[in-house]
């Protein structure tokens, strides 16, 4: 076991986290220390008094940076209960192991012990991890999660993970105390400590943990005690230092730590030996421990030993000779896994090599082909370097960048640009320069280059990989009749894999709505099945693309189903692009359904995936639903706060979709306060903004601008809009709508008999799954109003109306219009059995999202899934929901979610 001191305030840190967890919370505590300060050894030290956990653990390793999800893997293999997480794919969502990870540290709990996560040299860790991590951070409700992290200081991966979590704790390690510099001197040393030399090691270390145990390990005793001499004969620098002490170890044990700083891994004693060629590796190991060189785990299987930290193994690797070092990385090839031999072929190589080149290069594009994009790019580049030929050279480098662009990451490729512009001219050196020059936002000279990789003759499938990025620059841009052309061609192609040619597919509906408007996107995705459970699984981009046209277009069952679908399918795995904006569409359904409180749940889904993507613009249309919401039941300090949020994504992404998200937000917001002037303000940027020829949501937006003209007078321009109105729209919620405004213009031009007789047809039709419950509520509020103004119906019809709408408007909890509508009753002096708002809100927003969830019939499990909580949470939840509302069955809890007067 390692020798451990000190540390005693920064154990009870952690000590207090593991205490609220035991109580009942979920808590993160980073231990943030330089090199070789000693957090390795405080987490191990602090994991032993975690008995009463359960206890995953893993280590991030500097040359698994490129693996997909090996943290996360790493952590699932240390359990294996029922439902446990398979081992992860490389190309599936953060948010999708994060779920599955979820669920499994649900299970866990189920004895009712504590979870811990250890992750050791977090800023080793695989970004898939880290943003799986972070996903899992944001959705422990409930949970009894200890989250255990070391990193180094300004570790890119930290600032997400404390983002992502409610409460953290910073543990920042410094050196060693005086107090823990005297015990490790005292058992380092032989005999008595001498007056002052605690202190002297103390100044002369700054109390650095493996630079002190350098000194004591390597400066003979009596020359430390010796007070006369004014400095110690100890190197420079620690690595000098570490250089020296291997000097005084035994030839044998020597060649075993040369070994592990080759192998630079945790590995089977037997396999550090035979490539150290030793008989007997244990009796070499000895010697190495005593020094604090190595580390020994003598109780696993296959007895593993290891180095102590990378700086010694630094110290080590620096100091082989060329020869020794590529005998040894040759030897290593043949003991470790295929995928880790690699790095040591290489490694062994002294000159080009086309035929491990080659062998990189295959092996690179099979990686590439099972979307293991970061890997390939690994192995690419490093058959480029092997390569003796400039063409072959200059191809796999080129294929390399390409790869390592894919994964959206451009702090790999980028620093290699000078290295592609010095590259032949051609369809792949353009290629990779547009996509360089499109993360940079170089916009228009991205947009050259792509153009020119993909009408150079020959280009192939650098032809369609260029279209891919040049038609996301066309579509980001409104220029739909562009991405048209742009992706058919690409289908033209061919050679494409069947999810990319779905990508394109859903590109050329997306561009046509953007020029021709939904309805005509929906003619180039009749390949689909109608029923979108018998849509496969490549097919989802196009499927999501026709969920959000139905959803333009008013469908509410069509869009609701399609977008469902395909969420579902990417929480259960399925590899789709359009998988995470799903959620944020699925939000806006479920708002103009009336479904208020579902809608926050799928937007709160939403943004946790967005972030853990990094794909803050799938979340404005989530944002937009989220500030509905919140004007609709007139939280009016919460709407104008997430206004700023899309203000903000407007600001760094600037996108016309965005654009129209915050505009329709502040208008949404000013249609509820009644504030038709601030209305037609907030749409300015939709009518003066864009050359757009069409816009997402644009009948949406039609609406509230007829709404918004109507009120300020201008009846010839809101006749016009009105008129555009119905020409485009088919039917479903906007029935109501265009009833309700070809009303509200008749009344203001002092056409009564018309707007009664247009409010009393649409009411006429039977509400359906089509209808939402606002706009419906907003209609019947208009009609009895009318007939109250004119008489020309008995005050009981007028009240019956009336009361219709306001017991609409308080099942949705939309007190604005609510309140307007009692306003009317009472001014008419009519009353109503339901006329008072029911009890306060009883239930937070988190136990909503498990009610309704769990009232749709989903089993605890699945319920878990589909909000990525673990089971224990939604349990939790359950139990809260059932005491509040005094039932005890689900169908029960049914009932209370359509009872206006319970508040839920």
Not at 267 to 296: E, H, I, Q, S, Y
Not at 464 to 480: E, V, W
Not at 614 to 629: P, W
Not at 773 to 787: F, I, N, Q, T, V
């Amino acid at each position: 076991m390692t020798l451990f001191v000190g540390r005693a305030g920064e154990s009870e840190q952690l000590r207090a986290c593991a205490d609220e967890v035991r109580a009942g919370g979920s808590r993160l505590a980073v231990i943030e220390g330089e090199a070789g300060i000693g957090k390795s050894a405080l987490l191990s030290s602090f994991a032993e008094s975690l008995s009463d956990f359960t206890v995953l653990r893993a280590t991030a390793d500097s040359s698994e940076t490129d693996f997909p999800y090996g943290v996360i893997g790493q952590l699932a293999s240390r359990v294996a209960p029922e439902g446990s997480l398979a081992a992860p794919a490389a190309d599936a969502s953060p948010h999708v192991i994060g779920g599955q990870l979820l669920l499994l540290l649900g299970e866990l709990q189920k004895p009712g012990r504590p979870v811990a996560v250890i992750v050791d040299d977090l800023h080793w860790a695989d970004r898939q991890s880290t943003r799986a991590l972070g996903f899992v951070l944001r959705r422990l409700w409930s949970d009894r999660v200890l989250t255990l992290l070391a990193t180094r200081p300004a570790a890119e991966p930290l600032d997400q993970l404390l983002r992502s979590a409610d409460q953290a704790t910073k543990v920042l390690l410094g050196g060693l105390d005086g107090d823990a510099v005297a015990r490790l001197a005292g058992v380092m040393l032989e005999g008595p400590l001498t007056p002052g030399l605690i202190d002297r090691l103390h100044d002369y270390t700054g109390g650095h943990p493996l630079h002190l145990r350098t000194v004591l390990a390597e400066v003979p005793a009596d020359v430390l005690r010796d007070e006369g001499l004014r400095r110690w004969p100890v190197p420079r620098s620690l690595l000098v230092a570490i250089k020296a002490q291997l000097d005084r170890l035994p030839a044998e044990s020597r060649d075993l730590l040369d070994a592990l700083a080759v192998l630079d891994a945790r590995v089977p004693l037997a396999a550090a030996g035979r490539l150290a060629g030793l008989a007997d590796p244990a009796r070499a190991l000895g010697p190495a421990l005593a020094a604090g060189l190595a580390v020994w785990w003598p109780n696993e299987p296959q007895s593993p030993v290891g180095l102590v930290h990378s700086l010694q193994r630094d110290a080590l690797y620096d100091a082989l000779g060329p020869g020794r070092r590529r005998v040894l990385h040759a030897g290593a090839a043949h003991l470790v896994g295929t995928a880790a031999s690699w790095a040591h072929r290489v490694a062994a190589a002294s000159t080009t090599d086309e035929g491990l080149a080659a062998e990189l290069e295959q092996s690179g594009l099979a990686e590439a082909a099972a979307g293991r994009n970061a890997v390939a790019a690994t192995r690419l580049r490093w058959a480029s370097a092997l390569s003796a030929g400039r063409d072959d050279r200059e191809r796999r480098l080129l294929t390399a960048c390409a790869q390592s662009l894919l994964t959206l990451r451009a702090d790999t490729a980028l620093p290699l640009r000078p290295q592609v512009e010095d590259c032949a001219p051609g369809p792949l050196r353009s290629c990779v320069l547009g996509i360089m020059d499109m993360m940079t936002g170089r916009i228009p000279t991205a947009e050259a280059h792509l153009r020119q990789a993909r009408e150079e003759p020959g280009a192939g499938w650098v032809a369609a990989l260029a279209a891919l990025f040049l038609a996301q620059i066309t579509i980001a841009g409104g220029r739909g009749a562009e991405t048209v052309e742009i992706a058919r061609q690409t289908l033209t192609i061919g050679d494409l894999d069947p999810a990319t040619t779905d990508l394109a597919r859903a590109l050329v509906a997306t561009g046509r709505m953007w020029h021709a408007g939904p309805r005509a996107a929906l003619d180039d995705l009749t390949h689909l099945p109608e029923s979108s459970v018998d849509v496969r699984d490549d097919n989802l981009d196009t499927l999501a693309t026709r969920g959000v046209m139905r959803l333009f277009l008013g469908h509410l069952p069509g869009a609701r189903t399609d977008l469902r679908t395909v969420a579902l399918r990417d929480q259960q795995g399925a590899s789709s692009r359009l998988g995470p904006a799903t959620l944020a569409l699925q939000s806006v359904v479920h708002y103009l359904a009336g479904e208020w409180d579902e809608s926050a749940s799928a937007a709160d889904r939403a943004r946790a995936v967005a972030v853990s993507q990094d794909q803050l613009a799938f979340d404005a249309a989530g944002r937009f639903a989220s500030v509905c919401v919140d004007a609709g039941r007139g939280d009016w300090d919460r709407a104008e706060r997430r206004l700023g949020e899309l203000a903000t994504i407007v600001q760094s992404f600037g996108s016309p979709p965005d654009i129209v998200y915050s505009s329709l937000a502040a208008a949404t917001v000013a249609q509820a306060r009644a504030d038709d002037a601030g209305l037609l303000q907030a749409l300015q940027p939709l009518l003066t903004g864009t050359s757009l020829r069409y816009q997402p949501f644009r009948l949406w937006q039609q609406a509230l601008l007829a709404e918004a003209l109507t009120g300020a007078g201008r009846l010839d321009d809101a006749e016009a809009v009105l008129h555009d109105l119905r020409d485009e729209h088919d039917g479903g919620y906007l029935r109501d709508v265009v009833a309700r405004l070809g009303g509200r213009i008749a009344e203001a031009r002092n056409r009564p008999g018309d707007a009664e007789e247009t409010y009393r047809r649409a009411l006429v039709a039977e509400v359906d799954d089509d209808t939402a419950p606002l706009y419906r509520a907003r209609l019947e509020h208009s009609y009895g109003k009318l007939l109250l103004a004119t008489g020309s119906a008995s005050r009981r019809d007028a009240a019956t109306w009336l009361t219709r709408a306001h017991r609409r408007f308080g099942t949705l909890r939309a007190e604005p219009f609510r309140q307007r509508c009692e306003q009317d009753l009472t001014a008419a002096g009519l009353t109503t059995a339901d006329s008072h708002p029911g009890r306060p809100l009883t239930l937070t927003e988190r136990e909503l999202s498990v009610a309704h969830v769990i009232a749709q019939g989903r089993t605890n499990q699945e319920a878990a899934a589909e909000l990525y909580v673990s089971q224990k949470t939604v349990e939790y939840h359950l139990s809260r929901i059932y005491a509040k509302l005094g039932i005890s069955s689900r169908r029960l809890l049914a009932d209370a979610l359509r009872d206006p007067s319970l508040g839920v």
